[in-house]
């Protein structure tokens, strides 16, 4: 059974500083594995989206890198802002299913 | 981009009485939505695999006869809690594959509903 785990569970850094999220699961048999943010009460938005063959997307301030064999993945957030404040989700699709199985978040805040 | 309206997003209702969420896709076709439950400070459990014009598939420990799941199009699924309790209140979040055909898309999620029985 794939679980998803992500560490730290809160991180609370200056703005401007650059940051690391990081998440691990146990079955490295993964078709793709996503990063979520989710704002207090609200929907997830998609991030980033890894696909297994791949070893990181980037997107702006955001880089997310892919290790499947040692199964994790990391997200990078550099120059980081308060509105860059939420609840940072990973999930991995497994091969042959089209559920997604995702880790409890990371909460940051990011002080002005 | 890929667009998934749910509504309402917030609804208070009594014990013993039934609420409808809607989930839609709105510039994509989703022949699977996927309907999840999450806890405060806790994350999304999947709860049922909606199918277009079939039975919604459910996971383990979660019970068919209390979440009725109707997909009847391409574009709506709707999620009927039944007979709803205080230990129903959650957080109900629906999502969706696509919109592109193929392979390597993600999945989009809808914005949720805040459920408070009382």
């Known amino acids: 059974k794939q679980e998803v785990t992500q560490i730290p569970a809160a991180l609370s850094v200056p703005e401007g500083e650059n940051l690391v999220l990081n998440c691990s699961f146990t079955d490295s048999a993964i078709y793709n594995l996503q990063w979520f943010r989710q704002d207090p009460g609200k929907g997830l938005t998609s991030l980033l989206l890894i696909q297994s063959s791949q070893r990181e997307q980037t997107s702006g301030r955001l880089n997310a890198s892919l290790d499947k064999s040692s199964g994790r993945s990391t997200l990078y957030i550099a120059a980081s802002q308060p509105g860059d404040s939420a609840t940072y989700l990973c999930?991995?699709?497994?091969?042959?299913?089209?559920?997604?199985?995702f880790g409890k978040g990371t909460k940051l805040t990011v002080n002005p | 981009g890929a667009v998934v309206s749910q509504h309402p997003s917030w609804v208070i209702c009594k014990s013993g009485t039934s609420v409808k969420i809607e989930c839609r896709s709105l510039?994509?076709?989703?022949?699977?939505m996927f309907w999840y439950r999450q806890f405060p400070k806790q994350s999304l459990m999947l709860m049922a695999t909606?199918?277009?014009?079939?039975?919604?598939?459910?996971e383990q420990g979660v019970e068919k006869d209390k979440f009725l799941i109707n997909h009847a199009s391409l574009t709506l699924s709707t999620l009927t809690v039944t007979s709803a309790h205080p230990e129903d209140s959650s957080f109900y979040i629906c999502?969706?594959?696509?919109?592109?055909?193929?392979?390597?898309?993600?999945?989009?999620f809808g914005s949720g509903t805040r459920l408070t029985v009382v």
């Open positions: 999930a991995v699709r497994q091969g042959g299913s089209e559920k997604l199985v």
């Open positions: 510039d994509f076709q989703a022949t699977t």
């Open positions: 909606s199918n277009e014009g079939s039975k919604a598939t459910y």
């Open positions: 999502s969706a594959r696509g919109g592109d055909a193929g392979q390597g898309v993600g999945y989009t």
